[in-house]
């Protein structure tokens, strides 16, 4: 039943759609995948098929509800209008890249030597138990460091994809990457690599095949990296290894034990009440990192459905899938009639959405996304007159 399902989605929005572009289009693919991974490797599991089926199905349905809502009303309530901001037209945007530069190549050059010192050696091991380090207590410390590299993540992706390639920019990208190298973040490298892949897809600057091969090249890279996180590795240990990153989040979801939460929302909107904590107000917050669980491959990664799950049951499983389809959608239509800020949003969401079986990165980001979606209006909209002489 689920793999039909599945099956009628991805047909269905591809119909509707017509665009491998089309964020719907592409949550329906990577569950299909998903789901076809699992099939294969059962074995490898303590729970069945059927244990984790009701999470995709139901969650997939939700997500392209929400995006046919999204679909209706542009077609029946909005008017075709075109939004006075065409997508070539940046002009005020590329003055703002190039007069933030200096800035940001400053940031990195600053906290550079931060984290070498922290790390002390550049071998792996050294920047693992730094890594390690850093997101001990909830991730306290690597606050400032992921911070400037989320925001150099946005800031370059900006810059490559509206400036033609060259040796300024080629000396920021390097320190970006030796700086995310050191810090050991492999989703911190994904979301650079996704949004400016989607971004030069989006502008025709790349092809679906060059894309395709990029994504195998950086999947290869974070199996190595893997690897050579593994102290005993060994080739027979391989498969279990990739099936531990890709899809034992699900099993684990399916037996982790549900406690009652102390509030609504405890899980789903940590964010928000740590906000509120931080205003004096003695709220409890749940835990950034998530216990690990024998499946019986080990892991601690439950999907971006776990706080939806355990806030909510099956119909937040629904619900919140739901808008956040709605959401996509609303912000590919926005694209497609040449909003600029809505096309790169698009393009840093399409990080969260491809994470979606691993971890929840949309209310948990939320600080993040508040920061990027400030970043990108400063840029396409505030003109700076700092060095203009009259």
């Not at 244990?51 to 809502?69: E, K, M, N, R, T």
């Not at 309530?77 to 945007?93: A, C, F």
């Not at 982790?256 to 405890?266: F, K, N, Q, R």
């Not at 929840?360 to 007159?385: D, P």
Request: with cysteine.
């Amino acid at each position: 039943m689920t793999l039909a399902l599945l099956l009628i989605l991805l047909i269905a929005n591809s119909l509707l759609y017509r665009s491998p572009l089309n964020p719907i289009v592409i949550q329906t693919g990577l569950w299909l995948m998903y789901y076809l991974i699992f099939w294969q490797n059962q074995a490898y599991f303590a729970v069945n098929l059927q244990d984790i089926a009701p999470f995709i199905w139901i969650s997939c349905l939700g997500f392209s509800v929400g995006g046919l809502i999204c679909w209706g009303l542009y077609q029946k309530v909005l008017p075709e209008i075109t939004i006075p901001e065409p997508l070539y037209d940046n002009t005020l945007l590329v003055k703002n890249l190039f007069l933030f530069y200096p800035l940001v190549l400053l940031s990195l050059g600053l906290t550079l030597p931060m984290v070498v010192k922290e790390v002390g050696q550049f071998s792996w091991g050294d920047i693992q138990e730094l890594r390690n380090t850093l997101v001990e207590d909830d991730g306290k410390r690597f606050g400032l460091y992921g911070l400037i590299q989320t925001l150099s993540s946005v800031y370059l992706v900006l810059l490559l994809t509206h400036t033609s390639f060259s040796w300024r920019n080629g000396i920021l990208l390097i320190v970006f990457l030796i700086y995310t190298y050191l810090l050991g973040s492999r989703g911190q490298l994904i979301f650079f690599v996704v949004p400016l892949a989607y971004d030069l897809l989006w502008k025709n600057k790349i092809s679906i095949g060059q894309a395709m091969i990029g994504a195998l090249s950086l999947i290869g890279f974070m199996v190595l990296i893997t690897i050579g996180r593994t102290q005993d590795f060994s080739w027979e240990s391989i498969i279990p290894m990739l099936l531990t990153y890709s899809v034992a989040s699900l099993p684990a979801l399916s037996l982790a034990s549900i406690d009652p939460v102390p509030y609504l929302g405890y899980n789903t909107f940590r964010v928000i009440w740590l906000w509120i904590g931080r205003l004096g107000f003695n709220i409890p917050v749940a835990p950034v990192i998530s216990e690990w669980i024998s499946t019986p491959l080990p892991t601690n990664t439950y999907s971006y459905l776990k706080p939806y799950y355990m806030d909510f049951g099956m119909v937040g499983v629904f619900v919140l899938p739901l808008l956040l389809g709605f959401v996509y959608n609303l912000l590919y239509f926005r694209a497609k009639r040449f909003h600029i800020i809505s096309c790169y949003l698009l393009g840093f969401l399409m990080y969260a959405l491809l994470m979606q079986p691993i971890e929840e990165q949309y209310f948990r980001w939320l600080t993040n996304w508040v920061y990027i979606l400030f970043i990108m209006f400063f840029l396409k909209k505030i003109e700076i007159k700092w060095f203009d002489i009259k």
